[in-house]
């Protein structure tokens, strides 16, 4: 178990809809970085925060939104959804925000979209 | 841009013995980390082990253990003495200063008994 919790663990939604995935990191981390698992584009950045503000940002699309509360739990809003946002969501939580730090990732949300 | 290969996109062993998952990378920068993950069919990303850059001496944590090749920009996984639970899909990662954690493409791992 890695500490990082992730809700819900499963998500069917239709196309048009909006949804929201949550995130809690490990005890003591301040970084929460988003990742998108598909198929064909494999593991994609999406948003890094560290400490409740936005440090890095990825390939993530204009309807996908994302922050980091003062409890440094953090949630992905994604939005106007498509057939092509069906993916493994995971979130993972480092100690720090620098290269060295080791990522720790939840288990991931499945969102189906139809 | 970083980017990160791994040529094999499905190796196999045999219960007990060694492989080895390749990785290369492309990078312009000095200093940088490289790590392992694992995915087993769970698909928690799990962390196998990691390597400095910097520091000459290839990492090792238990049965697994990495060769650094800097000049080469190489970056191996072996494997030793494979179990039954090492089945999973293995990810080579790459992060420099400033920039955030890339992926290879991903290596599935089957262990036959």
């Known amino acids: 178990d890695s500490g990082v919790t992730q809700t819900p663990k499963h998500l069917i939604t239709a196309t048009g809809q909006r949804v929201t995935l949550r995130c809690s990191p490990r005890?003591?981390?301040?970084?929460v970085y988003w990742y998108q698992q598909s198929l064909d584009q494999g593991l994609q950045f999406l948003i890094q925060?560290?400490?409740?503000?936005?440090?890095a940002k990825g390939n993530i699309l204009e309807r996908f939104s994302a922050q980091q509360f003062p409890d440094l739990h953090s949630e992905l809003n994604l939005s106007s959804l498509e057939l092509g946002d069906s993916a493994l969501y995971f979130c993972?939580?480092?100690?720090?925000?620098?290269?060295?730090?080791?990522?720790?990732f939840g288990n991931g949300t499945r969102l189906t979209v139809t | 841009a970083q980017t990160v290969t791994q040529s094999q996109p499905e190796m196999s062993v045999q219960e007990a013995e060694t492989v080895t998952l390749s990785c290369t990378y492309d990078?312009?920068?000095?200093?940088?980390?490289l790590f392992w993950y694992k995915q087993p069919p769970s698909r928690q990303m799990i962390l196998v082990i990691r390597?400095?850059?910097?520091?000459?001496q290839n990492a090792t944590e238990n049965r697994f253990s990495v060769n650094f090749q800097k000049a080469a920009k190489s970056f191996s996984l072996k494997i030793s003495d494979s179990q039954l639970g090492d089945a999973a899909m293995y990810f080579c990662?790459?992060?420099?200063?400033?920039?955030?954690?890339?992926f290879g493409g991903g290596t599935r791992l089957m262990v036959k008994p």
């Open positions: 990662a790459y992060r420099s200063p400033g920039n955030m954690l890339t």
């Open positions: 925060y560290y400490n409740g503000e936005e440090r």
């Open positions: 990078t312009s920068e000095s200093d940088y980390y």
């Open positions: 005890s003591g981390d301040l970084s």
């Open positions: 993972a939580s480092s100690v720090g925000g620098g290269m060295g730090s080791p990522l720790h």
């Open positions: 390597q400095e850059a910097y520091k000459q």
